[in-house]
């Protein structure tokens, strides 16, 4: 009686264990967040600006076109630790999608006002961060007022 009263109570402690463990992942799932997530990277490594062509000739990769494969990553240990790569704290129980692009991580910043996301190596050491796009300095003297919505005087 008391070997399986034990046996149950081992039971229950693991199913417990295993359902917050999950619930602390790190690691988004959502279909919508990753394919808008995988489109992103896709496009960002895709650019051929100067510092995506460096970053590929760095990390020996080819100098165009795609990198593959592009797989989801659900692994709490790579989650985590790609969440302490942001230039900002995640909150514990915030969620994000990290994907495995070829030999590369890019993990979408769940704050996306602050940025978009990080690309890290399998070292985890961050070889780009992707930031909100900011309105050039041309674009902002071009303004009118009216453009912003102020009367003509």
Excluded: N, W
């Excluded at 417990?16 to 988004?28: D, E, I, K, T, Y």
């Excluded at 795609?66 to 704290?89: N, Q, S, Y």
């Excluded at 070829?102 to 978009?116: E, I, N």
Aim: charged share 20%; proline share 7%; with cysteine.
């Amino acid at each position: 009686m008391l070997r399986s009263s034990v046996a149950a109570l081992a039971v229950c402690v693991c199913a417990l264990s295993s359902r917050q463990a999950v619930g602390q992942a790190p690691c988004a799932l959502s279909p919508a967040v990753l394919d808008s997530a995988r489109d992103e990277v896709t496009s960002v490594l895709g650019s051929g600006s100067q510092l995506v062509t460096e970053l590929r000739q760095e990390q020996k990769l080819p100098k165009t076109g795609p990198i593959t494969p592009v797989t989801l990553v659900r692994d709490r240990f790579t989650c985590g630790k790609l969440a302490t790569l942001f230039d900002h704290e995640i909150a514990q129980g915030v969620s994000f999608t990290v994907l495995r692009v070829g030999p590369l991580f890019y993990a979408r910043d769940p704050d996306q006002q602050r940025s978009t996301g990080i690309i890290a190596d399998s070292t985890f050491r961050v070889v780009l961060r992707l930031g909100v796009p900011v309105a050039s300095p041309d674009a902002a003297r071009s303004s009118t007022p009216a453009t912003l919505g102020a009367k003509k005087p």
